[in-house]
């Protein structure tokens, strides 16, 4: 006794800890039960009591029915539940084996025979599965589906993947990846904008996820593609639920031990000749029991992972006769001489013809080697192949092995207090860390180590009042927290001093950028990467909010309303830090769109160490962004007749801008402000740019606006946001229903996520904010009519220094004087889908349920507006003659507090960088502004089957066409004119999944009799799961196009399309593109593959059993190959030779469908009691 109630102390305070102290939003992950109870001449039956039992916990919850004879159960835990149904002069009424899923709604009508109570009549058939009373577009997989189902990466989000509408968008796949969650597009637009829920509490911090749960303590997952139900929200449309396992009145748990060895599987990727050396060694279990038999309930998992795992490093690496500076054997892929050209010798005349001397005998002099360069290059190491063709492409390929350790435990706590209130808590975390080895033969610091640490934590709790039979109150709170963290070998105490001694030039922004290890920098040598990442992350955010709710059944009329909050905030560093870049077109016999095919060489352009403008350093503090989300909701579930069922709602949602408790964050430019001291003193501009767009085009305004305490926000936030929600379902008959529904999803600001149009970021969003003037972004000076204005050696001279970053000691000049800036419109407009769906939905015989659906998503978009681009029309006529040297009109202008960019210390600058109309600024970039459409149609074809009977199965059909307003070419970018194109996405997807149990052993038909048949036959089963998908359709850069098929009969890994119908735009000239963005009939290599597991299963005793596996993923050791090369300038334009997925773009993402290796096997053992 005195244990039961120690054991209630420690669960009470530790479930209201986990409610009152932390909180967080909620949508329901729990289900409903319902029904309409009459007698057999179909008259209505009032005050009927029903009851409603837990079969695995033993709770009961009763109602009674209202005058037309309605009954519901609300927030109803998933899991196996018996109805009884009593009335005074009527026999009872029972239905057994009643299963309630994640979100579903189930229909239980009894009907009552005349007689006393003890005559009863009980029904043990599974009910009918159609959910009559809800217009929701979901798809349920149930704790027998996720159990069976293989999954190589153990991501319970990953099971995602067998919805007919969800694509993989990221290759990353294990559960401790925090973008793999949501990095699955649901169809318009969700891609990294689901709202990703673990019983009922949100795990998602802008893009990324902090807690995922182990697979064995999962019971079932939802994945909505569109929710009717107004208490849906905070995504694009989308929704990836999973409810966990709870403690039931007996003791049931799971043990494992999982294992691959490299001598069990094919080879990694024979592509790249990866060699096969996976060595995984993974265990854990669950238990869950009561602590109070129908009372108080726990359930615990744990999971720990030793993985190796093999990756490969392929890149192209100097010969020896390169590293010495002779490219004389150096070839282009048509078998000719790649000739190198001395940059320093670029001449051009009035008319912009540009010419270069080739070094001589193609040999570059020691003499003109530059010293750090030189130094560095001596630290390559000889190539292990000759390519992959005759230019020496990929000559050096090298497998790896990467070790990592992972661990990840949960517990749950559920108490049922007494009838009314019933509450639970639960804490979660996991931790990971890896760090790569060397790849290179001579242990070379040209390659640096790379390694990460992740870790998360989650905290929750949920309490449920039953205030009376027909109202029922929900509160829920949460606590959440990601670590994701880049780890690698720094230089130590010298730092850069090791490359450039008594050269402290970088030190201004190192000293700018406390808590970010020197590592080397990298280096970008034609395209390949050397040297450090040059780009560091470490990110720790967190997440914490609370929401009420409240439900009443009131006649015919099921009425919800409900308030919650969201809150996100914590240090975010994520971005470049120092990339020095030496591209071929340096070397190539023009800069002016150079023929780097065939000419030029980036490891030339190394030894001379020159760089043009690409090169950057970027310095500055980590920023820590806070956003605030409110949202509240009403919904009415009306049900009009015993047919028909209307879902109608209003949600409203409110959301801060972005903003940080120091206020260093910025609304941008006011770009018509004037600047007095420029209106004052105008810059004077060269006749030669006046000539070419007027008198009157310049404009001498510009003042950069900072938050502050009475502005905090990036943005003003608007106040409305509505969602309107509504929908029918249809009850054709018994067994048949037709759904409508319609909802509007606005899409937080949270989860916005741009491509960067300038250098220096990985994405625009809410991890990685704009942060300018606290962080500062520089370049090297750009090339002066094809010259390089400095080398590797001291890349930031006296002619362009490394300037120091002031903050908000800038003022309004922030920016001024060449720096690109980028902002989000201060009337900020959220973007928003419309989404329709219509569902004709039948359970067959055999309990398979077949359905119907067509869905469609109509959008308005974010995109990004250039405010600072000059009209390509212009370079079109002049061609060359606009990149001639001209004196600058901003050197040594006005002074370094007004005009504090690195423009002002130049002499001279091109033409072309003064034809903009802002020419004191770089460019200027709006993010984030509403008003591109975007649609998106799908038919979806679907056959499921519950477990019964040994065996179930999903086959599920989807057809795919959308479309985007876009930006197709520069004048349109300089118009800021969109127009539609088509997706490049996959049209076609299949996923077929199952299990059968093989009939042979006790209880089957073969077999059955015998023990010894049966302990060597009995107990097996097979389970797979398959993915088809087309290949996506190919995309093309600028190029010329002779308007000839591109498709060829008979497409291979060396020529998979028509090459002759493209070719490269002539050197030296330049045109507006023209040719098409894709060919809907050109599609890449379609992607297929099949995992398979064998099990069996042996009873030691009557609760306890031995299950042995074996799982194969891609059994059958398919090649799948990525999308072939469509770079026209690249030798190897048109192949497709690497092992890979189809790549199509989803937003800011390309489409990776995950496991792609060789044939991985996978043997274990499971304990199950």
């Known amino acids: 006794m005195r244990l039961h109630r120690s054991a209630i102390r420690i669960a009470t305070a530790f479930l209201l800890i986990s409610i009152l102290c932390f909180s967080a939003f909620a949508q329901s ?43 519901l159960f609300d927030l109803v835990d998933p899991g196996t539940y018996t109805i009884s149904v009593e009335a005074a002069g009527f026999g009872k009424y029972s239905q057994e084996n009643i299963t309630v899923q994640m979100r579903g709604d189930v229909t239980i009508d009894a009907s009552l025979k005349p007689g006393a109570v003890q005559e009863s009549i009980t029904v043990s058939e599974t009910p009918v599965a159609v959910q009559f009373n809800s217009s929701n577009k979901d798809f349920t997989l149930d704790s027998k589906l996720t159990a069976d189902i293989p999954r190589i990466d153990r991501n319970p989000f990953k099971l995602t993947l067998l919805a007919p509408s969800a694509v993989n968008t990221r290759g990353e796949m294990a559960p401790y990846h925090s973008w793999a969650a949501n990095s699955v597009d649901l169809g318009g637009g969700t891609n990294l904008k689901n709202d990703l829920q673990v019983d009922g509490s949100p795990i998602g911090m802008g893009q990324k996820n902090s807690y995922p749960p182990n697979t064995d303590a999962v019971q079932e997952v939802v994945v909505s593609q569109n929710s009717v139900d107004a208490e849906s929200g905070h995504s694009a449309g989308g929704l990836i639920s999973m409810t966990l396992k709870s403690g039931t009145n007996e003791y049931h748990g799971t043990g494992f031990y999982l294992g691959r060895y490299p001598w069990l599987n094919a080879e990694a990727d024979r592509t790249r000749f990866t060699k096969n050396a996976t060595r995984q060694h993974m265990l854990g279990g669950t238990l869950g029991n009561a602590i109070i038999k129908n009372k108080l309930f726990n359930f615990f998992s744990l999971e720990y992972w030793k993985v190796g795992y093999p990756s490969s490093y392929t890149t192209t690496v100097p010969t020896a006769l390169e590293r010495g500076g002779d490219f004389s054997k150096s070839l282009n892929i048509d078998g000719g001489l790649r000739t190198v050209f001395d940059p320093y010798t670029t001449v051009q005349n009035a008319a912009g013809v540009v010419t270069r001397t080739p070094f001589a005998g193609n040999v570059i002099p020691k003499s003109r080697f530059d010293p750090l360069a030189s130094s560095l290059m001596g630290n390559f190491w000889d190539a292990n192949s000759g390519g992959d063709n005759i230019t020496g492409v990929n000559n050096f390929k ?43 033969p001579n242990q070379s610091q040209l390659y640096t180590p790379t390694g990460t640490l992740r870790a998360a934590h989650q905290l929750s709790g949920d309490a449920i009042w039953t205030a009376t039979p027909t109202t029922v109150v929900n509160f829920h709170g949460d606590w959440h927290k990601v670590i994701d963290a880049y780890v690698s070998t720094s230089m130590g105490s010298e730092g850069w001093g090791k490359l450039w001694p008594g050269n402290s030039w970088y030190k201004t922004y190192m000293d700018a950028s406390p808590g970010v290890p020197v590592y080397f920098p990298g280096l970008n040598i034609g395209g390949n990467g050397f040297g450090g990442r040059g780009f560091y992350w470490d990110q720790r955010p967190e997440g914490m909010a609370y929401s009420a709710k409240i439900a009443q059944q009131r006649g015919s009329h099921y009425l919800k309303a409900g308030v919650e909050t969201r809150r996100g905030y914590g240090v975010s560093f994520v971005g470049n830090t120092s990339n020095f870049y030496f591209p071929a077109n340096v070397t190539a016999e023009t800069y002016n769109n150079p023929d780097t095919k065939h000419y030029g060489n980036g490891f030339a352009t190394f030894l001379l160490g020159s760089l043009d403008g690409s090169s950057q350093m970027i310095g500055g503090p980590a920023p820590d962004p806070h956003v605030q989300f409110w949202g509240m909701y009403f919904q009415d579930d009306w049900k009009v007749s015993r047919r028909l069922t209307l879902n109608l709602g209003l949600r409203n949602e409110y959301e801060s801008a972005w903003s940080d408790p120091n206020h260093f964050m910025s609304q941008g430019l006011d770009m018509s402000a004037p600047v007095p001291e420029m209106v004052a003193s105008p810059a004077a501009m060269p006749a030669s740019a006046l000539a070419l767009v007027g008198n009157n085009y310049y404009q001498n305004k510009g003042q950069w606006l900072w938050t502050s305490s009475d502005h905090p926000g990036m943005w003003d936030a608007p106040k409305l946001a509505l969602a309107p929600r509504a929908g029918a379902a249809f009850k054709i008959d018994d067994l048949t229903v037709l759904r409508v529904g319609y909802a509007r999803y606005v ?91 219509v569902n004709f939905q039948r359970q067959m015989p055999g309990q398979v349920m077949v359905s119907a659906t067509y869905f469609l998503n109509l959008g308005n978009q974010h995109y990004t507006k250039a405010l600072n681009n000059w009209d390509p029309r212009i370079q079109v006529a002049q061609q060359g003659a ?118 042979f052993g006790k209880g089957k038909p073969f077999l059955g009799e015998s023990k010894i048949g049966n302990y060597i036959a009995g107990g097996w089963k097979l389970t797979g799961i398959s993915t088809y998908s087309t290949g996506a359709i ?78 194969a993923y891609n059994a059958i050791n398919r090649l799948n190959l990525g999308n072939p090369n469509t770079d026209v300038t690249s030798s190897q334009f048109g192949q497709a030779l690497y092992q890979g997925t189809p790549a199509a773009q989803f937003g800011p993402q390309t489409q990776e469908l995950g496991n792609v290796s060789g044939r991985q096997v996978e043997v274990g053992l499971k304990i199950i009691f």
Do not use: C
Request: charged share 15%; glycine share 8%; no cysteine.
């Open 29 to 71: 992950y729990r289900g409903r039960v319902q029904g309409v109870v009459t007698d057999q001449t179909q008259a209505v039956i009032a005050g009927a009591s029903v009851t409603l039992l837990n079969v695995a916990t033993g709770v009961k919850a009763t109602r009674k029915t209202s005058d037309t004879g309605l009954y």
């Open 398 to 440: 090298a497998g790896y092995v990467e070790n990592y350790t992972y661990y990840n435990f949960s517990d749950r706590v559920d108490y049922n207090i007494n009838d009314k209130w019933k509450v639970y808590g639960r804490f979660g975390r996991y931790h990971t860390d890896d760090l790569s080895p060397n790849a290179t």
């Open 747 to 837: 899409i937080p600001t949270e989860m916005n996520l741009s491509q960067a149009p300038v250098s220096g970021f990985e994405t625009v969003s809410f991890l990685e904010p704009p942060y300018f003037g606290v962080k500062g972004y520089q370049n090297t000076a750009g090339l002066l009519q094809g010259i390089p204005q400095q080398t590797i050696s001291d890349p930031y001279p006296a002619s362009n220094p490394l300037l120091p970053i002031n903050g908000k000691a800038y003022g309004t000049n922030l920016g001024r004087g060449g720096t690109s800036l980028l902002w989000y419109p201060r009337k900020f407009e959220k973007a928003y889908n419309d989404r329709f769906n």
């Open 882 to 999: 606009i990149n001639v040297n001209v004196d600058n009109p901003f050197y040594n202008y006005l002074t370094p507090t007004l005009f504090p960019g690195s423009l002002r210390n130049q002499k001279t600058v091109t033409l072309s960088s003064l034809l903009a109309p802002y020419p004191q600024y770089g460019g200027l970039y709006e993010v984030g502004t509403r008003g591109a459409a975007e649609r998106y149609h799908s038919l979806e074809l679907k056959a499921q089957k519950a477990y019964s009977h040994g065996y179930h199965f999903l086959f599920a059909y989807v057809f795919i066409r959308e479309k985007t307003e876009q930006l197709f070419n520069e004048l349109d970018t300089f118009t800021n004119s969109l127009t539609y194109q088509n997706s490049n996405q996959p049209r076609h997807r299949v996923t077929m999944a199952g299990s059968y149990d093989l009939p």
């Open 1034 to 1111: 190919l995309r093309f850069g600028k190029m010329n196009y002779n308007g000839t098929d591109p498709t060829i009969s008979n497409p291979g890994m060396n020529k998979w399309f028509n090459t002759s119908a493209f070719s490269a735009i002539p050197s030296g000239t330049y045109v507006i593109r023209a040719n098409p963005l894709q060919f809907d009939n050109l599609t890449g290599p379609a992607y297929y593959m099949l995992d398979a597991t064998l099990t069996k299963d042996v009873n030691i005793t009557e609760r306890v059993r031995v299950q042995l596996k074996m799982a």
